[in-house]
């Protein structure tokens, strides 16, 4: 049996602890999808084509091993997406109790509407408190974000745009 999961997030931009779920979610499937998704409740910082660029370029430069395909979605339910796929399991990975209470409803709404199981994935501890919102707004304030993001993002965040 052929297992299919996809990994959906803003990642605006990509943190060392999305990409630490990325490479455990990679070992655990056959083939991993990370899905970039526009959340209509956060403000984008960076396009939906330069996170998926900058995602690829993580994911190689980690050596990331597996059938790895990064790609957006933005028509659609999340679901539908995974059907068109094949996918029976989203990652989500939670930092706290938080995540955990937030990404509940929506595990249970997937599974009603389509079969859909969610799997949650913890972080290493070491990158648990790092969230994209904070490191949009540390970079936003001339901050170094090199140790919460992959060594491409702190490269592109810095560069003038």
């Given at each position: 049996m052929h297992r299919i999961a996809v990994a959906p997030g803003s990642f605006d931009p990509i943190t060392l602890g999305h990409l630490d779920v990325i490479d455990r979610a990679a070992g655990l499937f056959d083939e991993l999808?990370?899905?970039v998704v526009h959340n209509p409740d956060k403000s984008a910082l960076l396009p939906v084509a330069q996170r998926v660029s900058l995602i690829e370029r993580a994911i190689a430069d980690a050596g990331i091993q597996g059938n790895v395909t990064v790609t957006s979605w933005s028509v659609g339910l999340l679901v539908d997406y995974c059907t068109d796929v094949g996918a029976s399991v989203l990652i989500k990975g939670v930092r706290s109790q938080v995540d955990?209470?937030?990404?509940?409803?929506?595990?249970?709404?997937?599974?009603?509407?389509?079969?859909?199981?969610?799997?949650?994935?913890?972080?290493?501890?070491?990158?648990?408190?790092?969230?994209s919102s904070l490191v949009r707004q540390v970079s936003g304030l001339g901050g170094d974000v090199s140790p919460y993001v992959p060594k491409v993002v702190a490269e592109y965040l810095q560069q003038p745009h």
């Open positions: 999808h990370v899905l955990v209470a937030y990404e509940t409803p929506m595990a249970i709404v997937n599974r009603n509407l389509a079969g859909v199981e969610t799997i949650f994935l913890l972080p290493d501890p070491a990158h648990a408190h790092v969230s």
